[in-house]
T-cell receptor, first 113, second 115 residues
Framework: DVKVTQSSRYLVKRTGEKVFLECVQD?????MFWYRQDPGLGLRLIYF???????EKGDIPEGYSVSREKKERFSLILESASTNQTSMYLC????????????FGQGTRLTVV | AQSVTQPDIHITVSEGASLELRCNYSYGATPYLFWYVQSPGQGLQLLLK??????LVQGIKGFEAEFKRSQSSFNLRKPSVHWSDAAEYFC?????????????FGKGTHLIIQP
């Protein structure tokens, strides 16, 4: 089975801190994604990567950056956390095909105080 | 740009009753359509997907969905719900641009099961 693992289920950080959310997948998928989930807004794409060291902005990249140094790992970085970044963050991976589903991690619930 | 609309934010169904969750999409070409389920505090699990062929697709947990091109719809159905079906359900359309650069999700439908 495909496994996408997010390093933390819950995080509490202070405003202004630099925050790293880590995601690892074990199925050799080329594509990896970071989504943000908020009540009433569904899932919104922050960034995605289709290869090592490659990244593309999604719909809401402001305030975030990403890093993909190895194929299996995709990190989301909040350079200076703010309270409006309190949310559920979901990582996903997929093959580089149009007719394929994405596989999701369990999510990280981040609270910025 | 592609988009997905789930008109119902909340739906309440009695246990044992039938269920239909609505999904409408906007997409310029043949869509790739998905239904995911999210149990409380969990990630998303794929229920079923439609790429081509038979417009009625079967998924896990007894769910099915029907693709209707004329109505731009991909509604999810289950003949008899169980209390464990209480969850958030997301419809999604795949592939913007020339590659698998992410799914576009609807805002979700929260399913409540009454005993």
């Amino acid at each position: 089975d495909v496994k996408v693992t997010q390093s933390s289920r819950y995080l509490v950080k202070r405003t202004g801190e630099k925050v790293f959310l880590e995601c690892v997948q074990d199925m050799d998928h080329e594509n990896m994604f970071w989504y943000r989930q908020d009540p009433g807004l569904g899932l919104r794409l922050i960034y995605f990567s289709y290869d090592v060291k490659m990244k593309e902005k999604g719909d809401i990249p402001e305030g975030y950056s990403v890093s993909r140094e190895k194929k299996e790992r995709f990190s989301l970085i909040l350079e200076s956390a703010s309270t409006n970044q309190t949310s559920m963050y979901l990582c996903a991976s997929s093959l580089p095909l149009m007719n394929t589903e994405a596989f999701f991690g369990q999510g990280t619930r981040l609270t910025v105080v | 740009a592609q988009s997905v609309t789930q008109p119902d934010i909340h739906i309440t169904v009695s246990e044992g009753a039938s269920l239909e969750l609505r999904c409408n999409y906007s997409y310029g070409a043949t869509p790739y359509l998905f239904w995911y389920v999210q149990s409380p505090g969990q990630g998303l699990q794929l229920l079923l997907k439609y790429f081509s062929g038979d417009t009625l697709v079967q998924g896990i947990k007894g769910f099915e969905a029907e693709f209707k091109r004329s109505q731009s719809s991909f509604n999810l159905r289950k003949p008899s719900v169980h209390w464990s079906d209480a969850a958030e359900y997301f419809c999604a359309v795949g592939a913007r641009g020339g590659g698998a650069d992410g799914l576009t999700f609807g805002k979700g439908t929260h399913l409540i099961i009454q005993p």
